[in-house]
């Protein structure tokens, strides 16, 4: 009876051993994680560490005409008379500028190379009148300032008489070189405005309107509200 009671408790203490030693070996092991791990969804590699941060997707800018809208009212001042007329938009050369132009009175006619784009009457003139244009050269190298030397030097061979050279913002923030040719005494002696704008960056759009004296009140008023609408592009 002893001994098999000896034998009970020996039984009993080598399985209690045993018992320790397999809870030691599931929680030391990671047994149980390895066998819940071995139901769940099987994963992809794992990319390799390159250190760098991900930057987030840029968005590419909308086209020039989302931008702005295909019309815009432009205000005319006619002999003290105050007209509204509907301007339509157009991209320069290069979509470097827009301006809204008045298709009813006027057409664009889009530059060569480095011929400037000119705005001109959609109606020709009668043989024998001056020109009459606004053309919008860009010059992507010389600064507002130093264009405006440059110009002034160039129009005083046509323009005698040409005024000293002056900071405006109206129709557009810049220089304005004014001249008439022949003293302004008859109704066709030729007329400039040239107006000089930063292009946004290190250079320069020089706005050079042409008509005559008599056309001052109709396509000068005409080409200053225009222009009040010229806007220069930076590149993208």
């Known amino acids: 009876m002893d001994k ?7 039984t009993a203490t080598v399985l209690m051993i045993a018992l320790a030693l397999l809870l030691m070996f599931i929680t030391g092991t990671g047994f149980l994680d390895r066998l819940e791990g071995s139901n769940a969804p ?8 390159t ?3 991900s930057k987030p997707v840029e968005e590419p800018a909308l086209p020039i005409e989302e931008r702005f809208p295909a019309e815009k009212e432009l205000v ?17 050369k290069n979509e470097s ?7 009813e009175r006027y057409k664009m006619v889009s530059g060569q190379e480095a011929d400037p784009d000119m705005i001109v009457p959609k109606e020709a003139l009668p043989e024998g009148y001056p020109e009459v244009s606004m053309a919008i050269l ?3 190298d010389i600064a507002p300032a130093d264009r405006a030397v440059e110009l002034a030097e160039h129009l005083k061979a046509v323009f005698p008489d040409l005024k000293e050279t002056e900071k405006v913002e109206e129709p557009v923030e810049g220089f304005l070189l004014h001249g008439i040719a022949n003293g302004g005494q008859e109704w066709d002696d030729p007329v400039i405005n040239a ?3 930063s292009d946004g960056q290190q250079g320069s759009f020089t706005l050079s309107e042409k008509y005559f004296l008599e056309a ?3 396509h000068g008023a005409r080409f200053y509200s225009m222009a009040q609408e010229f806007m220069a592009i930076a590149p993208e």
């Open 4 to 10: 098999k009671r000896s034998l009970m408790l020996i």
């Open 76 to 92: 005319v001042q006619i002999e003290g008379t105050e007209e509204k007329i509907t301007g339509r938009l157009h991209i320069g």
């Open 97 to 103: 500028y827009i301006i809204y132009i008045d298709e």
């Open 51 to 53: 250190g760098e941060v």
């Open 195 to 197: 107006y000089v704008v």
């Open 138 to 140: 860009h010059t992507p």
């Open 42 to 49: 099987a994963k992809g590699p794992e990319p390799p560490a």
């Open 216 to 218: 001052a009140e109709g």
